[in-house]
């Protein structure tokens, strides 16, 4: 499982007093109000920073980083993400997963067989869509609804699935 999760990426500078705008990645981007740290990977090292203000602007979020007063100062980290440790991610409900321990995921079928491998998920309005790489048919698009997800062993990386007729095309 990973230990970091990712909750934005920094994708520019606000103003010139050290404040970034951030895209989020969480889906409660309310979060933030109650977070007091983040992880910041400059892809060299990981620094720990202190989150002074939060605001809000759009579908942004706008933070501003104790001891980070200039613009210079946080312009280099324009395109890095931001993480939490899982200890500070939100609590999920039941059938809720971090999309991180998904990626990668060996997929069956509820007969047991091999199916494929979880490579991505897709936020949808209604439910999130799982795409499942299979060799035989490519891409699969699977619903993260009860009648297709049976299973999810986050520790031992496996998911169950049952497959709906018209989710794979027969060749």
């Known amino acids: ?28 981007v309310n979060r933030f109000k109650k ?10 090292e990981q620094k720990e920073l202190e989150i002074q203000s939060v605001k809000f602007f759009k579908q942004m979020v706008i933070l501003k980083f104790k001891g980070i007063d200039n613009i210079n100062d ?5 395109g890095k993400s931001l993480y939490v440790t899982r200890e500070h991610a939100v609590k999920l409900d039941k059938d809720e997963y971090f999309i991180a321990d998904l990626i990668d995921m060996q997929v069956l ?5 091999e199916f494929g491998i979880l490579t991505d998920v897709m936020k949808t309005g209604a439910n999130d869509v799982y795409c499942i790489q299979n060799e035989k048919y490519g891409e699969v698009l699977v619903p993260a609804i009860g009648e297709c997800i049976r299973q999810v062993d986050v520790e031992n990386k496996k998911m169950i699935i049952h497959l709906l007729p018209g989710l794979v095309e027969e060749v």
Not at 74 to 78: D, G, L, R
Request: hydrophobic content about 30%; cysteine-free; proline content about 2%.
């Open 35 to 44: 977070l007091k740290k983040v992880i910041l990977d400059t892809g060299k």
């Open 109 to 113: 079928l509820d007969d047991g067989s």
């Open 1 to 28: 499982m990973e230990q970091l999760l990712q909750v934005g990426v920094i994708s520019s500078t606000h103003g010139v007093r050290g404040e970034v705008k951030v895209y989020p990645t969480t889906d409660d």
């Open 74 to 78: 946080i312009e280099k980290y324009k």
